[in-house]
């Protein structure tokens, strides 16, 4: 299994630009979500899906759109790049959403607004 | 999601246990006790996680206390490789991972 992949690893936009950061995972997950991590800090929480079709907004969603046409894929667009945007995303999955359940994280995308 | 306390860092030497607190005074019943760990560039990393009994893994214990409102994550022989940010986090069904400061440990050689 390849578990959660994201791609790019890096992106460098303007502002103003939109993008789509991608990200897939190959365990039939549920459960997908998007966090974002500014640097010094803890995660925060931006969207999340519980299946297909479903998504939901978390803690810092503006600025941020989200769809779930499949299982697998789980893609961030950003409509217009701010700089307060700049930081490093991380996209999780996990089987489902109990207290117990395991979050699998892929290797992240550090991208930068200018 | 309840809140955690942990220490802002730590310091180990390597092959020595390390046990790395947490505090969680106002945790509910229904709360699991997750603990994750970020290696520098890295996406987080489940180590363990608990709800009311003590756990042991491949990588790490995870102690308890009996009232719940601490625990301890424990690692029996540290390596530099261990060297992480470390995150308690507590979570509950439906509910997100909701992430604090961690505790940097940091190994010496």
């Known amino acids: 299994n390849a578990g959660v992949t994201q791609t790019p690893k890096f992106q460098v936009l303007k502002t103003g630009q939109s993008m789509t950061l991608q990200c897939a995972q190959d365990?039939?997950?549920?459960?997908m979500s998007w966090y974002r991590q500014d640097p010094g800090m803890g995660l925060r929480l931006i969207h999340y899906s519980v299946g297909a079709g479903i998504t939901d907004q978390g803690e810092v969603p503006n600025g941020y759109n989200v769809s779930r046409s499949t299982t697998e894929d789980f893609p961030l667009r950003l409509l217009s790049a701010a700089p307060s945007q700049t930081s490093v995303y991380f996209c999780?999955?996990?089987?489902?959403?109990?207290?117990?359940?395991?979050?699998?994280f892929g290797p992240g995308t550090r991208l930068t607004v200018l | 999601d309840a809140k955690t306390t942990q220490p802002n860092s730590m310091e180990s030497n390597e092959e020595e246990p390390v046990h790395l607190p947490c505090n969680h005074s106002t945790i509910s019943g229904t709360d699991y006790i997750h603990w994750y760990r970020q290696l520098p560039s890295q996406g987080p990393e489940y180590v363990i996680h608990?709800?009311?009994s003590n756990v042991n893994n491949r990588m790490a214990s995870l102690a308890i206390a009996e009232d719940r409102k601490s625990s301890t994550l424990i690692l029996h022989r540290a390596t530099l490789r261990d060297a992480a940010v470390y995150y308690c986090i507590l979570i509950e069904a439906g509910n997100m991972l909701t992430f604090g400061g961690g505790t940097r440990l940091m190994v010496k050689p």
């Open positions: 608990g709800l009311t």
């Open positions: 365990m039939n997950h549920e459960y």
């Open positions: 999780a999955s996990s089987y489902g959403t109990s207290g117990g359940s395991v979050q699998f």
